[in-house]
Nanobody, 128 residues
Framework: QVQLMESGGGSVQAGGSLRLSCAASGILHRTYCMAWFRQAPGKKRERIAGLYTGDGSAFYAGSLKGRITTSQDNAKNTLYLQMDSLKAEDTAMYFC?????????????????????WGQGAQVTVSS
């Protein structure tokens, strides 16, 4: 059973930066699609970034591309999300998620229902 734990959330002023971490344990499969989702009150959970652990390929939501970067540290089994130029509308609960990949199809899924493992979430609050 994969366990994920996010850290690094907090409060920041608009224009600032934050880096979230997602530490994974209980890794059984060789490769996973990892993803960052966020959910603001009253809104759907949306995937903002994905990463295929097999080769580090990263995928980003168009609206955030250029302001966020996801990366992995294989030695630490940790996924990162660097967020820059934060805006008030980025305020949300941020989650990391994982699903094993048996046959790589070239993209990581956007649908949250396809992810098997979730962290508890990290709150990010951006004040204007």
């Amino acid at each position: 059973q994969v366990q994920l734990m996010e850290s690094g959330g907090g409060s920041v002023q608009a224009g600032g930066s934050l880096r979230l971490s997602c530490a994974a344990s209980g890794i059984l499969h060789r490769t996973y699609c990892m993803a960052w989702f966020r959910q603001a009150p009253g809104k759907k959970r949306e995937r903002i970034a994905g990463l295929y652990t097999g080769d580090g390929s990263a995928f980003y939501a168009g609206s955030l591309k250029g302001r966020i970067t996801t990366s992995q540290d294989n030695a630490k089994n940790t996924l990162y999300l660097q967020m820059d130029s934060l805006k008030a509308e980025d305020t949300a609960m941020y989650f990391c998620a994982a699903t094993p990949v048996l046959v790589w199809g070239g993209v990581c899924p956007e649908d949250p229902s396809t992810y098997d493992f979730w962290g508890q979430g990290a709150q990010v609050t951006v004040s204007s």
